[in-house]
């Protein structure tokens, strides 16, 4: 059997470990956490709907469920055109790599003052930490937003800002002292969320006025400080908890490695999540494969890395690694998948969103939003672990 070895435990680096083990490849995938972090629901980890546990799926299962082996360990650099990833404790050679390692965030001044939800796991229970301590106290400022990346526009997470925020409302709200909290919104682009489309933006709006949500966009962030945010201009927000952020870009390990990369130090792949060296030098069969966050995503405008995109990255690659080992022309590639999909999360109820090259859409979904996601955690967790079985597409 072919040897894989695969970077990274997360959405990306799991699903691409089960596919592959469908084909009797030999799978060895490596992460410096020993569980998966379901990042779309830890959402509601801040307001306490839902326990770290809850979130986390245990790597250990997941090669029990499905035969790969496992390494904990954390990776020091890739040498690809050596066909050698070094790491803390061993040295590992490969027929196969798939890059799967997500990304690095972009540092601001002042970033230590801020916590973020898409960040180190563990954040999500320092969030919950400082909205409880508000909320013990009866009043507060919390401002929460998120910003951009102009070197690489589609490593941007606005989505998870709005759930927090909006799930904070909520519960201000259950206990009856919203009136005694200002909450703002802020964002360093003009329009943040055009990129779900002129309905969504339309949307977004409305919802802010209507609960009562300070909005401060389109300014630069000069500063994030331990008593608000300063932007350019001379605007100050101030803030007795602020949660950012921040967009991503190139992995650190990448500047330690051999893999093209572009202005954002992200990883260069084609359609087939193949990495395509200039060099002169790069070996036959050279094999290497980067997907999820990790990757420079080539698209439209409009791109965003999203969960089920990087889902379909590993499956094609998957794929595309069979048909080179079976000598099969066919390969499968994820530019035709390209759309933004969530269920955005309120607390009491939900949007769906969509965008494509054809439409962008935006329905409330009072209450049964709020249900539909709730249930998609359990059936990502259950159907991850081979105990109910998979819907095809998801």
Same mark, same amino acid.
């Given at each position: ?29 490596? $992460? ?9 629901? $830890? ?24 035969? &790969? ?73 919390? !401002? ?5 990346? +102009? ?25 009856? %002292?919203?009136?005694? &909290? ?11 969320? *055009? ?34 945010? $300063? ?13 950012? %952020? !921040? ?6 390990? &990448? ?40 990757? !420079?995503?080539?698209? +439209?405008?409009?791109? *965003? ?8 990255? !590993? ?7 069979? *048909? ?26 939900? *949007?769906?969103?969509?965008? $494509? ?8 979904? +009072? ?28």
């Amino acid at each position: 059997m072919k040897k894989v070895l695969i970077l990274g435990g997360g959405f990306a680096g799991v699903e691409a470990a089960i596919y592959l083990r469908k084909n009797n490849f030999e799978v060895t995938l490596i $992460s410096n956490r020993d569980y998966l972090f379901v990042y779309p629901t $830890s959402i509601w980890i801040p307001t306490g709907d839902a326990s770290f546990e809850e979130n986390c799926i245990p790597l250990e299962l997941l090669q029990k469920a499905h035969g &790969f082996e496992l390494i904990i360990d954390d990776v020091e650099s890739i040498k690809s055109l050596e066909k050698k990833v070094y790491c803390k404790n061993k040295t590992y050679e490969y027929e196969y790599l798939i890059v799967a390692m997500g990304s690095g965030k972009m540092k601001h001044k002042g970033l230590e003052n801020t916590l973020t939800i898409c960040g180190e796991p563990t954040e999500s229970l320092k969030i919950k930490d400082k909205i409880d301590e508000l909320i013990a106290k009866g009043s507060g400022k919390i !401002a929460m937003g998120f910003g951009g990346n +102009p070197k690489d526009p589609s490593n941007v997470r606005g989505g998870p800002t709005f759930e927090v925020l909006f799930n904070v409302h909520n519960k201000l709200k259950k206990l009856g %002292i919203r009136e005694n &909290f200002e909450l703002t919104f802020f964002a360093p682009m003009k329009e943040p969320g *055009a990129r779900m489309g002129p309905q969504a933006l339309k949307m977004m709006d409305l919802f802010f006025n209507k609960l009562d949500i300070k909005v401060q966009v389109g300014k630069k962030i000069e500063e994030f400080k331990p008593n608000g945010i $300063s932007f350019e201009d001379d605007i100050f927000i101030e803030s007795d908890f602020t949660m950012f %952020i !921040a967009a991503g870009d190139g992995h650190k390990i &990448f500047q330690n490695s051999d893999l093209p990369l572009n202005e954002a130090g992200l990883v260069k792949i084609n359609d087939y999540c193949e990495i395509e060296h200039d060099y002169d030098d790069v070996p036959e069969h050279y094999n290497v494969f980067a997907i999820g966050d990790s990757v !420079a995503l080539e698209g +439209p405008d409009w791109r *965003a890395k999203q969960g089920h995109i990087a889902e379909v990255m !590993a499956r094609n690659t998957a794929f595309n690694i069979n *048909a080179m080992e079976e000598n099969i022309a066919e390969r499968k590639g994820y530019f035709e998948h390209l759309n933004i999909l969530c269920v955005m999360d309120s607390g009491d109820g939900a *949007a769906f969103v969509y965008r $494509s090259d054809k439409r962008g859409l935006m329905i409330p979904m +009072p209450v049964v939003g709020h249900w539909m996601k709730k249930g998609w955690g359990w059936y990502y967790r259950n159907s991850k672990l081979g105990k109910i079985p998979r819907i095809p597409g998801m």
